[in-house]
């Protein structure tokens, strides 16, 4: 495992002590969960941004819930 050390300031450190102790984590792992959690978001962000260029450049079609439910036969 690669290793990174960060310089935080007071504020930021209590912050991040004050979390972690509310989740019962260690300062390290709750970082480490929040910036594994943040880079997925991004990564989220990412697709969602490319999926609505398609669509919105017509390369893309949306349907609705209606349109879904008719073509699986799941009107009612």
């Known amino acids: 495992m690669a ?7 007071p504020e930021l450190m209590r912050r991040i002590k004050f979390w972690s102790v ?6 390290e ?13 991004l990564d989220d962000y990412e697709i969602a941004a490319k999926i609505s260029a398609e ?3 017509g390369r893309m079609k949306t349907y609705s819930w209606e349109e879904v439910k008719k073509d699986l036969g799941l009107e009612d």
């Open 55 to 57: 669509i919105e450049a």
């Open 3 to 9: 290793q990174i050390v960060l310089n935080f300031s």
């Open 29 to 41: 792992l709750f970082l480490r969960k929040m910036i594994a959690e943040h880079i997925e978001d």
């Open 22 to 27: 509310k989740n019962r984590q260690r300062p």
